[in-house]
């Protein structure tokens, strides 16, 4: 599946990258790890990049959103999901209920690849990051946005129309797959969007173990 947003269309005004909340407690390590990622060579796409994209999100997120890599607007402001598909998961997530306190956002790959074809390598590449981001935001939930990034969280999952909508548990963590914001292009995958962002909702609202959901 594609990752990522429509390329610059319908974007605002661009400015600096904005700086990312540093969680508390934990600022030091987040600094640097951000530094490391900002000026990181470890794979080709740092060649291509205008930004790496770290984060967006609160300090302490109760709900961690992981998508797969930036798009060129991501990759203009050095922020995820900040394109269409972004402006689509933030109406999510505030019907929900959610601040932009609650929720952290971030992607698998930090820099945006090349035709916005994801590179598996690189991703293998970048995954050190990723985990060290996790193991400093310790969310007690996680969402994936599409097939990549719920291959990353979980390799052993079923491919993602089977599976969203249905939490599971990754990394030791409850996690709730949603097919990608970007992927929405019919009106069957725009209700299946609605129809599963009500059951995230469901599960934000049960046991913290994120295990249990009522029947849709
Ligand atoms: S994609 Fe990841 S590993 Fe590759 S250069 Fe960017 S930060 Fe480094």
Redesign the pocket.
Known sequence: MAARDADGEGMGPLGPPEPAAAPDGSSLAWSSLRR???T???????RS?TH?VFYRGGARPRLVVVGE?PGAEEDRRGLPFVGRAGRRLDTALAALGLSEEEVGILNV???R?PGNRF?PA??R???P?LDRQLAILDPPRLVSLGARALAALDPGAPPILRCAGQPRRALGRPLFPLVHPAAIRSRALARRWQDDLAALGSWLDGPSDGTAREPL
């Open positions: 490391e990622v900002e990181c060579t470890r794979c080709p796409l740092h990049r790496a890599a790959l930090k820099c690849p590179v690189a991703a590449s970048c995954r990051y």
